[in-house]
T-cell receptor
Framework: AQKITQTQPGMFVQEKEAVTLDCTYD???????LFWYKQPSSGEMIFLIY??????QNATEGRYSLNFQKARKSANLVISASQLGDSAMYFC??????????????FGSGTRLSIRP | DGGITQSPKYLFRKEGQNVTLSCEQN?????MYWYRQDPGQGLRLIYY???????QKGDIAEGYSVSREKKESFPLTVTSAQKNPTAFYLC??????????????FGPGTRLTVL
């Protein structure tokens, strides 16, 4: 069975510092995809970054990067130079099956990130 | 602008009433999804549809029903059989089997409160 674990319920970080949000996953499928979403207080889920299990390089999108350690089954999100607007809930999610798979995805319980000015 | 719309943003319902939540997308996506989120929790899948006129139950389908008569629309009905319907409901869509990672994109959500 799929499982996504986010062990940090909440984090406080000083503005302009880098922050790492942890995510570990469990799957027996060799093909899978990992996602990170941001949920601000408005409630909308905003897609941040994607990593495929066969991707050779860690995914990056602007200030977001994904530290993908396949052997450890971890997919930590790194936010560089944090900003006040980064304060939100962050969810890690996984889909079993390769690209274009229509399989459903499951979400972790989330980490609440608070940026201090 | 392309995107996903959900209406209404806030919805109040009396116990015993059915209520339908709207979800429309103009992204030309094949797949659509409904999730429920309770306070401080992650998202749980209610129903999903990979193509018009077809849909599958998710993890918590009991007390809910859906239809997919048009590609753009995937309404969710919360029936009186749903014992604890007060929650935040999120609709999402994804390209489906067209290629790429099949990333899901979300609407702004509907907050349902049962009085």
């Amino acid at each position: 069975a799929q499982k996504i674990t986010q062990t940090q319920p909440g984090m406080f970080v000083q503005e302009k510092e880098a922050v790492t949000l942890d995510c570990t996953y469990d799957t027996s499928d060799p093909s899978y995809g990992l996602f990170w979403y941001k949920q601000p207080s408005s409630g909308e889920m905003i897609f941040l970054i994607y990593q495929g299990s066969y991707d050779q390089q860690n995914a990056t999108e602007g200030r977001y990067s994904l530290n993908f350690q396949k052997a450890r089954k971890s997919a930590n999100l790194v936010i560089s130079a944090s900003q006040l607007g980064d304060s939100a809930m962050y969810f890690c999610a996984m889909r079993e099956g390769g690209h274009s798979s229509a399989s459903k995805i499951i979400f972790g319980s989330g980490t609440r990130l608070s940026i201090r000015p | 602008d392309g995107g996903i719309t959900q209406s209404p943003k806030y919805l109040f319902r009396k116990e015993g009433q059915n209520v339908t939540l709207s979800c429309e997308q103009n992204l030309n996506h094949d797949a659509m999804y409904w999730y429920r989120q309770d306070p401080g929790q992650g998202l749980r899948l209610i129903y999903y549809s990979q193509i018009v006129n077809d849909f599958q139950k998710g993890d918590i389908a009991e007390g809910y029903s859906v239809s997919r008569e048009k590609k753009e629309s995937f309404p969710l009905t919360v029936t009186s059989a749903q014992k604890n319907p007060t929650a935040f409901y999120l609709c999402a869509s994804s390209p489906g089997l067209a290629g790429g990672p099949n990333t899901q994109y979300f609407g702004p959500g509907t907050r349902l409160t049962v009085l």
